[in-house]
């Protein structure tokens, strides 16, 4: 009994383990095809300027990017949680324009009609905006003409479903 119970224990904070395992990966894409992928925790800094993207990695090598010349910046959270396997999601995000120059659109839906948190983090993942959203409102008008050009990440989070997706504002 004893040890069918420490076999449980054993089982229940292994789980717990792995669901805390996470690891953030970031890609670019060019537009000849070639996609290079960072993690996260090996990234020291990244910086745009003069018309390119510069990946300054911990190890102190660098790799630069122009702007013009990639398809796409794109940020994962790959998890060995399996929260939402085999539900559909509740909840879908599109941002539009993108690139935006003033007005961002932030267009979702919710078949369950729960209140949306909505928060656009900095490339620094510093929170530059967080409102609470009506769900009656489906497309709802954020002025991001005060941002400064840069890559932004909009996560929209109604405490069931979490969307996440990126644009630039020039």
């Keep these: 009994m004893m040890h069918s119970k420490l076999g449980m224990v054993f089982v229940f904070l292994l789980v717990l383990g792995l669901t805390a395992l996470q690891a953030q990966t970031m890609y670019v894409k060019s537009k000849n095809g070639m996609q290079t992928a960072y993690t996260l925790r090996d990234v020291k800094n990244m910086t745009f300027s003069s018309g390119n993207l510069v990946v300054t990695k911990t190890t102190g090598s660098q790799h630069t990017y ?3 010349g990639f398809r ?3 940020f994962e959270n790959l998890t060995t949680d399996i929260v939402n396997a085999g539900k559909k999601d509740v909840a879908t995000l599109l941002l539009y324009p993108n690139p935006v120059l003033e007005v961002l ?3 979702f839906s919710d078949e369950q009609q729960h209140a ?3 928060e656009i983090f900095s490339i620094e993942g510093r929170v530059v905006y967080r409102e609470k959203l009506n769900p009656q409102n489906h ?3 954020i002025n991001v003409s005060a941002l400064p050009k840069g890559f932004y990440l909009c996560k929209l989070n109604n405490g069931i479903t979490k969307q996440s997706a990126q644009f630039l504002k020039q």
């Design 139 to 141: 497309v709802h008008q």
């Design 105 to 107: 659109n932030i267009q």
């Design 72 to 74: 796409y910046l794109n």
């Design 66 to 68: 122009a702007l013009n």
């Design 116 to 118: 949306f948190i909505i």
